[in-house]
């Protein structure tokens, strides 16, 4: 079956946006998993205009499954060192972003993500690489010594056609099956919600998404542990044995 990591980052930007003290992460990643969720994602950037090294600290302490999206960055890497989160996703990252725009470019920064991997790897750190779903940067994923890729899915989800959402979703198909050659295992998120998400759950071979913006904007009007519950309903309903403990 494939896991649901519940990225919780708007629940902070809710937070950061008075610099209080609610609504706590923490608290939601504890509801989160209650609804079903598989894992919890937090990405901790630089400009920490969210998540929190505090939030990453409490959470490593409560959650079965953390997964840290972070930059290949000296300070993040120490702090990662040093909580030990169960799998890093190594992201680019931009200040003026509002979110991470497009996948990390493992071809032209070789360098900087094969150190920063063998770090977290001798941490015993499980490592996937956010990647556009492009053969090469595949390939290369596997050869810097990632254990994982996450294909960015912001070319389906954004799709402003048939033939486009088609074309996108081909292209994930091709490169999810390159990397389970090269024994990748594969993940996949950006810009999935409710109603996309199923024909991605389709593609074989398909270990986990990670999702947030749409979980958190549900959850605003129903609260998260049902907004993460009818997200795994929405997953499972292409598995039609597949039944959510309610």
Do not use: W
């Not at 994923?141 to 402003?160: D, F, I, P």
């Amino acid at each position: 079956m494939i896991r649901l990591g519940v990225n919780i980052d708007h629940v902070a930007t809710i937070r950061q946006a008075r610099r209080a003290a609610e609504p706590d992460p923490v608290a939601a990643a504890l509801l989160a998993l209650l609804g079903g969720a598989d894992g919890i994602t937090v990405h901790l950037r630089e400009d920490r205009r969210h998540i929190q090294d505090r939030d990453v600290r409490l959470l490593r302490q409560v959650v079965p499954r953390l997964n840290l999206e972070m930059a290949c960055n000296f300070e993040i890497l120490a702090i990662a060192l040093d909580v030990v989160p169960d799998e890093a996703t190594l992201v680019p990252e931009k200040r003026q972003e509002l979110t991470t725009e497009g996948g990390l470019n493992v071809a032209a920064n070789q360098k900087v993500v094969s150190e920063t991997i063998q770090s977290l790897s001798e941490k015993g750190i499980v490592v996937s690489l956010f990647i556009d779903p492009d053969a090469k940067q595949v390939e290369i994923s596997r050869k810097l010594g990632a254990e994982a890729v996450e294909l960015q899915t912001a070319s389906y989800s954004e799709a402003k056609s048939e033939a486009q959402s088609l074309d996108a979703l081909s292209e994930l198909a091709a490169a999810a099956a390159a990397a389970q050659e090269l024994g990748l295992h594969v993940h996949m998120g950006h810009g999935l919600n409710y109603t996309n998400v199923q024909p991605i759950v389709r593609i074989a071979g398909v270990a986990e998404l990670n999702i947030g913006h749409s979980i958190v904007s549900r959850a605003v009007l129903v609260g998260i542990e049902r907004a993460v519950r009818e997200m795994k309903e929405a997953m499972m309903a292409h598995f039609p044995f597949a039944k959510l403990n309610k």
